[in-house]
């Protein structure tokens, strides 16, 4: 299995970037897809998160209105649109998929509660300056 992230890079605040993560090795429509961030110095926190059954959807508080996550089961592929970015959303940023059946726990994760997605990517740089 592996994911890949990409698209990340630096930006001026206000600006916007959009993150791809491609996945290989499972049955991509089988996965709730996620997307984490670690700050330097900080635990890695949820970002947002798409079931692969419904398209649903949960984002943290901190991104909300600013980021959409979306999905292409054709390309075995999930984005992060972002948005108005801002110097605090400056961090690494982790794709991470796990198995549908857990989509409330898989969800909890984006809002701070402690789950184990099954597999995640190597990470991508995302600096915004002021």
């Known amino acids: 299995v592996q994911l890949v992230e990409s698209g990340g890079g630096w930006v001026q605040a206000g600006e916007s970037l959009r993150l791809s993560c491609v996945v290989s090795g499972l049955r991509f429509d089988e996965y709730v897809t996620g997307w984490f961030r670690q700050a330097p110095g900080k635990e890695r926190e949820g970002v947002a998160a798409m079931n692969s059954d419904d398209g649903a959807t949960v984002y943290a508080d901190s991104v909300k209105g600013r980021f959409t996550i979306s999905r292409d089961n054709a390309k075995n592929t999930v984005y992060l649109q972002m948005n108005g970015l801002k110097p605090e959303d400056t961090a690494v940023y982790y794709c991470?998929?796990?198995?549908?059946?857990?989509?409330?726990?898989?969800?909890?994760?984006?809002?701070?509660?402690?789950?184990?997605?099954?597999?995640w990517g190597q990470g991508t740089q995302v600096t915004v300056s002021s």
């Open positions: 991470a998929a796990t198995l549908r059946g857990s989509w409330p726990l898989a969800a909890s994760a984006i809002r701070g509660a402690t789950y184990p997605y099954d597999y």
